[in-house]
T-cell receptor, first 114, second 108 residues
Framework: EPEVTQTPSHQVTQMGQEVILRCVPI?????FYWYRQILGQKVEFLVS????????KSEIFDDQFSVERPDGSNFTLKIRSTKLEDSAMYFC????????????FGPGTRLTVL | KNEVEQSPQNLTAQEGEFITINCSYS?????LHWLQQHPGGGIVSLFM???GKKKHGRLIATINIQEKHSSLHITASHPRDSAVYIC??????????FGPGTRLSVLP
């Protein structure tokens, strides 16, 4: 069964450093998403991406964040200058359609900012 | 502000019990998703509902559009059902709104 993969599974970084989280969505999916979950809190939407551009983003997704689909298979989330409060689990997801279509989630990347 | 609420927050059951988890949502959510988050953190999509009822194995999900309420039922619960169950929905578009989750523990 096709699945969404994410790398790395755990990333530790120093405050102020740039990190890139990588995701490989399911190959025939057209919509891609990033979510984050701070430990003990609910999952929060960050951004959705379709047709090589951002479709929608939340208030969390400020200028420090960017997304890219560099090569037609990978979907990346970059945090330019990490802050302590960026420590969270980051989930990538993909779907064939949006809204009413099932989203398939990756296993997550746990980001720890020291 | 569009919100998704769940009850109960925590639920402990004995193996074999019938379990119900409830979700209420405010206007703007066009379809409701039920997700399962395993103890290791991974998230699996269980159902997407825009009307009526869906069944998959021992899981049943129902939705009442007029009342903006959905329920997830687990029949003959098993310890492997222990997880956090989350309802979520697209808020007028692709901005998903998530509930806080219901932590279920099924004891043998």
């Amino acid at each position: 069964e096709p699945e969404v993969t994410q790398t790395p599974s755990h990333q530790v970084t120093q405050m102020g450093q740039e990190v890139i989280l990588r995701c490989v969505p399911i190959s025939n999916h057209l919509y891609f998403y990033w979510y984050r979950q701070i430990l003990g809190q609910k999952v929060e939407f960050l951004v959705s991406f379709y047709n090589n551009e951002i479709s929608e983003k939340s208030e969390i997704f400020d200028d420090q964040f960017s997304v890219e689909r560099p090569d037609g298979s990978n979907f990346t989330l970059k945090i330019r200058s990490t802050k302590l409060e960026d420590s969270a689990m980051y989930f990538c997801a993909s779907s064939a359609g949006w809204g009413r279509d099932t989203q398939y989630f990756g296993p997550g990347t746990r980001l720890t900012v020291l | 502000k569009n919100e998704v609420e769940q009850s109960p927050q925590n639920l402990t059951a004995q193996e074999g019990e019938f379990i119900t988890i409830n979700c209420s949502y405010s206007v703007g959510i066009s379809a409701l998703h039920w997700l399962q988050q395993h103890p290791g953190g991974g998230i699996v999509s269980l159902f997407m509902l825009s009307s009526g009822k869906k069944k998959h194995g021992r899981l049943i999900a129902t939705i009442n559009i007029q009342e903006k309420h959905s329920s997830l039922h687990i029949t003959a619960s098993h310890p492997r059902d222990s997880a956090v169950y989350i309802c979520a929905g697209p808020n007028y578009g692709q901005n998903f709104v998530f509930g806080p989750g219901t932590r279920l523990s099924v004891l043998p």
